[in-house]
Every structure is written in C-alpha cells, then in structure tokens.
C-alpha cells in the first residue's frame, strides 16, 4: 500500500515562501505520476500541478504558473512544491497525490490519483 506524507506548510506573510515536501513509500515512486492539489475552506479540492515519474514533464494551473515549481527526488522517494509570491487566496490544505505505474504525461483530474496524503495546512496572511 503507498503512502504519502506531506510536511512544510506553516504560517507566512504574503510574498513569502514555502516549501513542502511529499515522501512515498510502499510502492515503486519512480513510476508513479505525482502531484499537488489544494482545498480551501468550503470550496472543492483543486488542482495546483503535477509532474511525470521522470520530472520531465509537468502541468500547472494558471494559479501557480510562476510561482510555483514542483520537482522530485526519485532517489529520495520525494516531491516538493517550492511556492514563493505566496497570496492570501493561495490559503489551503496542501494535498499530495500519486498515480502509480504510469510512464505517460501527468493528469490534472482529482479522481485519476489514486493514493492521496493527509495534507498540511498552509496560512498565508495579508
């Protein structure tokens, strides 16, 4: 069974930055797809990117394009989230996803991941 555990999140001003990170075990990472979704209070989960097993490709939403940047340590077992500028409306709970065996582009879709962390808050004040 894969597991995922997510870390750094906090509290930050805006224009500040943070790095979270997502550690793996119980399955093949290099193989898996992986990426980062984010909910806010009464709101739907939404997709944040997503990066493919190799780091070759990645996919963002216009909300994290420049800010964001997503990468992973195949030999680690982990995938960070480097977000700086970070916003206010960027407040949520970071969630880390994986799609296991699957050597193709990376999805932005919720119910294509199959295995999700618990999450870690991120509090971004004004």
């Known amino acids: 069974q894969v597991q995922l555990v997510e870390s750094g999140g906090g509290l930050v001003q805006a224009g500040g930055s943070l790095r979270l990170s997502c550690a793996a075990s119980g399955g093949t990472f290099s193989s898996y797809a992986m990426a980062w979704f984010r909910q806010a209070p009464g709101k739907e989960r939404e997709f944040v990117v997503a990066?493919?097993?190799?780091?070759?490709?990645?996919i963002y939403a216009d909300s994290a394009k420049g800010r964001f940047t997503i990468s992973r340590d195949n030999a680690k077992n982990t995938v960070y989230l480097q977000m700086n500028s970070l916003k206010p409306e960027d407040t949520a709970v970071y969630y880390c996803?994986?799609?296991?065996?699957?050597?193709?582009?990376?999805?932005?879709?919720?119910?294509?991941?199959?295995?999700w962390g618990q999450g870690t808050q991120v509090t971004v004040s004004s």
């Open positions: 996803a994986a799609h296991g065996s699957y050597l193709g582009p990376p999805q932005t879709g919720k119910l294509w991941y199959e295995y």
């Open positions: 990066i493919s097993w190799s780091g070759g490709t990645s």
